[in-house]
């Protein structure tokens, strides 16, 4: 596997809490993204990056901000955790954008009560 | 944007039986297709991609297809095996930014 990690790999909150996951590379790759997991949804993209404090948007970013201060860390936050967010989180890194192949994080196991 | 259709969301073969995967998409700029696989539990993984320019791409047991002028592209899986049990994924690539639209997914189960 690509050096990617994620922390934390499970964790459950209540509604209303800020929470922040982390995504961790160790490839020096250029883009990163985060996508959710959901049954009957696939991977929504949900935030990328296209270098250092370069983000964008993707299809269900409401709810969801992210920051990225050096190549190898690309934070997403929930600044307030809704039940509807209870999801699998996954990071991706890609060395040049979509015409390359994305690598995959582990993945973390959010729940919101 | 780009919308992705995926059938069938479960199939079941015998093993050694071929399995084929269906996905369509609606933005006829889009120019780079790739296949993912997830087993359980697990990351997803590239198994194979296609882009525009080229009608099939074929890797040992797998092989993609893609039909611009419908807007469809398909995943052909021969000679199953029970690890090729798992989830996977198709995707279209957007016109207006760096990202993926994909499917919603297919469980494949190969029965010994």
């Known amino acids: 596997d690509a050096g990617i990690t994620q922390s934390p790999r499970h964790k459950v909150t209540e509604t209303g809490t800020p929470v922040t996951l982390r995504c961790h590379q160790t490839?020096?790759?250029?883009?990163m993204y985060w996508y959710r997991q959901d049954p009957g949804h696939g991977l929504r993209l949900i935030h990328y990056?296209?270098?250092?404090?370069?983000?964008d948007k993707g299809e269900v970013s409401d709810g969801y901000s992210v920051s990225r201060s050096k190549t190898e860390d690309f934070l997403l936050t929930l600044e307030s955790a809704t039940s509807s967010q209870t999801s699998v989180y996954f990071c991706?890194?890609?060395?040049?954008?979509?015409?390359?192949?994305?690598?995959f994080g582990p993945g973390t196991r959010l729940t919101v009560l | 944007g780009e919308n992705v259709e995926q059938h069938p969301s479960t199939l079941s073969v015998q093993e050694g039986d071929s399995a084929v995967i269906k996905c369509t998409y609606s933005?006829?700029?889009?120019?780079?297709f790739p296949w993912y696989k997830q087993e359980l539990g697990k990351r997803p993984q590239l198994i194979i991609d296609?882009?525009?320019?080229?009608g099939e791409k074929k890797d040992q047991r797998i092989a993609v297809t893609l039909n611009k002028t419908a807007k469809h592209f398909s995943l052909h899986i021969t000679e199953t095996q029970p690890e090729d049990s798992a989830v996977y994924f198709c995707?279209?690539?957007?016109?207006?930014?760096?990202?993926?639209?994909f499917g919603t997914g297919t469980s494949l189960t190969v029965i010994p």
């Open positions: 991706a890194i890609s060395y040049s954008g979509i015409y390359n192949e994305q690598f």
């Open positions: 490839e020096n790759h250029r883009y």
């Open positions: 990056s296209y270098g250092v404090k370069d983000t």
């Open positions: 933005d006829s700029a889009s120019n780079y």
């Open positions: 296609i882009r525009s320019n080229v």
């Open positions: 995707a279209a690539s957007s016109t207006t930014g760096n990202q993926f639209y």
